[in-house]
């Protein structure tokens, strides 16, 4: 079992920056790529970003693509996701996510974590 807690969200005004953080316990030491995916209201949990579990290969979304920054820090067992030049469409529940198979899409995450709200206002 992993466990995941995400903090670092909250109200943050068009054009200004938020770095999430996911603690992550439990089977870390299982290889798991890791992810953050978000779900704005009313709408389907979308992929964000992920980093494989060495830490070497990175992927986002299109629209977050050059904004968003995911690292980790593999001693620490964190994630972060360094978001800036953030938009309003970017407001959503943030959460953190791990996977042994497809990090990219919601069926290949093993765990989850509960989720924090990030809020841009324009």
């Known amino acids: 079992q992993v466990q995941l807690v995400e903090s670092g969200g909250g109200l943050v005004q068009a054009g200004g920056s938020l770095r999430l953080s996911c603690a992550a316990s439990?089977?870390?030491?299982?290889?798991?790529?890791m992810g953050w995916f978000r779900q704005a209201a009313g709408k389907e949990r979308e992929f964000v970003a992920a980093?494989?579990?060495?830490?070497?290969?990175?992927y986002y979304k299109d629209s977050v693509n050059g904004r968003f920054d995911i690292s980790k820090d593999n001693a620490n067992n964190t994630v972060y996701l360094e978001m800036n030049n953030l938009k309003p469409e970017d407001t959503a529940v943030y959460y953190c996510?791990?996977?042994?198979?497809?990090?990219?899409?919601?069926?290949?995450?093993?765990?989850w974590g509960k989720g924090t709200l990030v809020t841009v206002s324009s």
């Open positions: 439990g089977r870390t030491d299982s290889r798991y790529d």
């Open positions: 980093i494989d579990w060495i830490g070497g290969r990175r």
């Open positions: 996510a791990a996977s042994s198979k497809v990090v990219t899409t919601v069926n290949g995450i093993d765990y």
